[in-house]
């Protein structure tokens, strides 16, 4: 790999260690897969003679983010390539060539992916004792959370009371009248964000949560924003209710930042194994019912060696915990125009909200900020979400309430990082935009 003049050696480390964890990446794909390995071993050696030509760290960033994108294409076409071999409905000689590699179905609707949720059982590990657990994966977490509602389904709409603000959520809740409605105390369910965030953070505590679960009989904590340490099991020792079932889209922090395939979990935690056994039997016979489980595709893209790696994902996710806690620091010692805590210290992005700002003031920011990331050759990308190998940033518009501006830095260390932090500390160190 080319040096470049003046290189901060800290950032010629960091695309280094890059380039070293997107190898393995590799490798781990071809030791699943090794009819990739000849297109692979191309890949890899093309990137050598790319970085070679390459003399500052936007270009090796930009290499380095084409070069996991063309990982990602490459595992998705051997997918695409399995899956065209059956059909969604297979016949019985089709089933029986499934099933020698993964598990069968005979009709995609009906697909139970017991291999990969077995994965996602050790991938969050064992549970406090006098708890049992099982994980079901669904098609997305809305699926998941629309599917568990309905299998609460009683003679009256379900007393649901929301700690959190993803607007979602409650548009789900609100949107089926006849299934459940929206309570402020006494909830049959409870969906809490132990972190929430809707142009600022707000945290729910432990105490809150167990305080509105008292006559609760499923409480429901949304730990997306979290990865792995998301507090359940300490939430476990609080909390007696019927059920405690822990719901992720696992999209973002869970899939090295190449969005293989969207999947919602469910972890359903009882204090007893038979009554955990049926109501899970009864989820999956929803999940079929509402076709809301995964497809074969989605099963075979996260079948990726790395996702529900429980070492790799705290690595990966922690770096981009810190990177957003170490921006909202250098935002912080030089504020004069945003309005205060712009970060979690658990959250994969971080908010910044105008003081008095007005619609044109955030159309003015971002023009700002476009033009900045240009002239200080920075990598960092108008787009929305979170947990990326690279940066973002965006203007949120709420339904019900005031823009923001959500900054959402990456995995990747280095130049763009430093420099978004940057770009960022100036822009709040001005008296106006």
Not at 60 to 75: C, G, M, N, P, V
Not at 147 to 156: A, E, K, N, V, Y
Not at 189 to 211: L, M, N, S, T, W
Request: charged share 25%; hydrophobic share 40%; net charge negative.
């Amino acid at each position: 790999m080319s040096s470049w003049l003046f290189a901060d050696m800290d950032d010629l480390a960091a695309t280094h260690d890059e380039k070293q964890e997107l190898g393995q990446l590799l490798n781990r794909l071809m030791t699943c897969r090794p009819a990739i390995a000849p297109r692979a071993e191309r890949m890899a050696d093309a990137l050598d003679a790319d970085l070679a030509k390459c003399h500052t760290p936007h270009a090796i960033e930009w290499k380095l983010e084409q070069f996991s994108r063309d990982l990602r294409a490459l595992w998705l076409r051997s997918v695409a390539a399995e899956t065209s071999l059956v059909l969604r409905s297979p016949t019985e000689p089709e089933e029986e060539r499934i099933s020698r590699k993964h598990d069968s179905f005979g009709y995609e609707r009906d697909l139970q992916p017991h291999e990969l949720e077995a994965r996602c059982d050790a991938f969050y590990g064992p549970v406090p004792n006098q708890w049992w657990s099982e994980h079901l994966l669904f098609s997305s977490g809305q699926a998941a959370l629309s599917t568990i509602l309905l299998s609460f389904r009683c003679s009256r709409p379900l007393r649901v009371q929301h700690l959190g603000g993803y607007f979602e959520t409650r548009q789900l809740v609100q949107s089926c009248p006849s299934l459940c409605q929206l309570v402020h105390h006494d909830p049959d369910i409870v969906i809490a964000e132990p972190i929430e965030c809707d142009g600022g953070f707000q945290h729910h505590d432990k105490q809150q949560i167990v305080r509105a679960a008292h006559t609760a009989r499923a409480v429901l904590i949304d730990t997306t924003l979290l990865g792995r340490a998301d507090g359940i099991d300490e939430l476990l020792l609080d909390l007696d209710n019927q059920f405690v079932i822990r719901l992720a889209s696992g999209l973002k922090l869970l899939q090295a930042g190449l969005e293989l395939a969207n999947v919602g979990i469910a972890g359903v935690h009882s204090q007893s194994a038979p009554v955990l056994a049926e109501f899970t039997a009864s989820l999956r016979e929803m999940r079929t019912l509402c076709g809301s489980g995964l497809r074969f595709a989605d099963v075979l893209a996260l079948d990726a060696p790395f996702v529900f790696d429980s070492e790799y994902t705290d690595r990966y996710a922690n770096a981009i915990f810190a990177h957003n806690a170490a921006l909202a620091d250098a935002v912080g010692r030089q504020n004069r125009i945003f309005v205060p805590h712009f970060h979690d210290d658990s959250a994969p992005y971080c908010v910044f909200s105008l003081r008095n700002g007005r619609e044109q003031d955030y159309e003015r920011l971002a023009d700002v900020i476009a033009s900045e990331a240009r002239k200080r050759d920075i990598n960092l990308a108008k787009g929305g979400s979170f947990g990326f190998r690279g940066h973002r940033y965006e203007i949120v518009r709420p339904e019900n309430g005031e823009p923001f501006l959500r900054v959402a830095l990456g995995r990747r260390a280095g130049w763009s990082a430093h420099k978004t932090m940057d770009l960022l500390a100036d822009i709040a160190g001005r008296s106006s935009i």
